[in-house]
């Protein structure tokens, strides 16, 4: 065996394990395989960063509470599932209104899709309820603006 041989081997053999395991790593298993490996251990955050597509991307985000890095990723993805995804992550960003209009993307694709359809009414419907809810405290606020009002007149009668 030659020199150069030797000498690699015996680096091979010395060389710390941490070292041979990341290559060993990157040489068996690509980078969207490494990063669902970590979705599985949830360290979703290593996970986005590692990951190569957007939408698995997209999905370590939301995995880890962001979805505000979710919704912006999904953007850009004209494609059913992303629409929905979407939908979520501005729902639980509080934008409902967009939320709505991003199930309404994932309907245009597929009108069958019955998560989209769900997801949409629950937050049709919190929708509606929050409105009235704003209604009623308006009103409220108004009533007692006017009781004030007319104690302060009651009050300057006297």
Known sequence: ??????????????????????????????????????????????????????DWQAAAAYRSGDYEESAKKLSTIDEEEAHYNRGNALAHMGKYEESIAAYNKALAINPNNQDALHNRKIIEDLLKKEKKEQQDKQNQDKQNQDKQNQDKQNQDKQ
């Open 1 to 54: 065996m030659s020199r150069v041989y030797r000498t690699i081997l015996l680096l091979l053999v010395i060389s710390p394990a941490t070292s041979l395991a990341w290559t060993w790593t990157d040489l068996w298993l690509t980078k969207d395989q490494q990063a669902q490996q970590l979705m599985q251990q949830n360290k979703y955050k290593e996970a986005k960063k590692t990951f190569l597509r957007k």
